[in-house]
């Protein structure tokens, strides 16, 4: 009898198991999304606060699924005695929306890419940047080509491909790359650019991995670098944060120098140490200015519109330390909030 009684027990938690799931920004108790600006100050709203990306907990059971039920029989059978943890973010870098509306986003604190499936309704996690070898220290992600995702990794020094559902491909870079960290692909030229911090450069690589050409020197000068980080494209333009030269820098497809904007202050809209970058279907610029725990929003030309702070679901909370900024098909923006462990994710509403 107690053999049967387990065994029904079991196939009902299996079932349960296998529950429909759906993915949400919003953590339980959201309250309403904020507005920016505010509309206290009179002016137009320009984003919304959507929610955040933080693991395990944005994904809940369907409405109507048989959440209840697996609990009961959980606790009928004992099974709850240790509750497993959450797989959460620990210390996320930056991401990719792909085609299939997925958010991609690196994780230094994990070593993997964390995968957040909305059409799913599953969250999974991706280790392996060869068949061999585990990813050490995943920095920036970006679309390659046919559907393939290019990593890379500063400690390996290596960018890595991986297909669709995350099997490792092959690699490039070895021996070039010092210290990669942004990258992105240019699919109209089938070019790939990686910021190498420690080299101070940008190195430019064919789809196939060529190595072709390098662009930029060490220094404090008009097209010079010091410790480049994340990258974006904006109109055929590549923009660069220039970190410690605390501005942003944008090149040309030949490597010509055609926007140059920021300055060392104490002022909203100045730069300390600019990480993230990213780039709207509306000419709009994105700059994470990680010093100061603010997303600022530029023009085209590199004239400041305004600052987004930190705001988490439940309306209090500033950045801390925010790294990588993208933005997907919808206008929708990401932040990877580092030290908050999330993924902010903003709404642009339109207009000038």
Not at 14 to 39: D, I, Q
Not at 114 to 126: I, P, R, S, T
Not at 213 to 218: D, I, L, V
Not at 259 to 267: A, H, P, T, V
Request: hydrophobic residues 45%.
């Amino acid at each position: 009898m107690k053999q049967a009684l387990a065994a029904g027990l079991l196939l009902l938690l299996a079932a349960c198991a296998s529950e429909p799931m759906e993915m949400r920004l919003e953590p339980p108790g959201a309250s309403s999304a904020r507005l920016f600006p505010a509309p206290e100050t009179q002016e137009v709203p320009r984003y919304r606060f959507v929610g955040e990306l933080r693991g395990e907990t944005n994904f809940r059971p369907r409405e109507g699924s048989r959440s209840a039920g697996r609990k009961l029989f959980a606790l009928i059978a004992g099974l709850d005695a240790a509750p497993q943890q959450p797989l959460m973010l620990v210390r996320p870098q930056s991401g990719v929306v792909d085609r299939l509306g997925r958010v991609l986003v690196t994780d230094v604190g994990r070593a993997a890419i964390m995968v957040f499936d909305e059409a799913n309704g599953k969250l999974q996690v991706w280790e392996k940047a060869t068949r061999s070898i585990h990813f050490e220290s995943p920095i920036a992600i970006a679309l390659g080509r046919e559907g393939e995702l290019l990593v890379t990794d500063s400690d390996l020094a290596r960018v890595f491909r991986l297909a669709a559902d995350g099997t490792p491909l092959g690699e490039f870079g070895a021996g070039v790359l010092l210290r990669p960290n942004g990258i992105v692909r240019d699919a109209a030229r089938g070019r790939i650019y990686v910021a190498d911090s420690h080299g101070h450069d940008i190195k430019v690589f064919d789809d196939t991995g060529r190595h072709l050409a390098t662009w930029g020197t060490r220094g404090d000068a008009p097209g010079e670098l010091n410790y480049p980080t994340h990258l974006a494209l904006s109109e055929g333009v590549l923009v660069v944060a220039d970190s410690m030269n605390a501005r942003i820098q944008g090149f040309d497809a030949e490597g010509k120098l055609v926007l140059r904007f920021g300055q060392r202050g104490l002022y909203v809209g100045n730069l300390v140490r600019p990480k993230g970058v990213a780039a709207d279907d509306e000419g709009n610029l994105y700059v994470v200015e990680s010093m100061h725990d603010t997303l600022l929003v530029y023009d085209r030309s590199g004239r400041l519109l305004m600052p987004l702070d930190g705001t988490d679901s439940n309306g209090g909370g500033r950045f801390h330390l925010p790294a990588g900024v993208w933005v997907d098909a919808r206008n929708r923006v990401y932040v990877a909030d580092m030290f908050n462990a999330r993924v902010a994710v903003f709404q642009f509403l339109g207009g000038n």
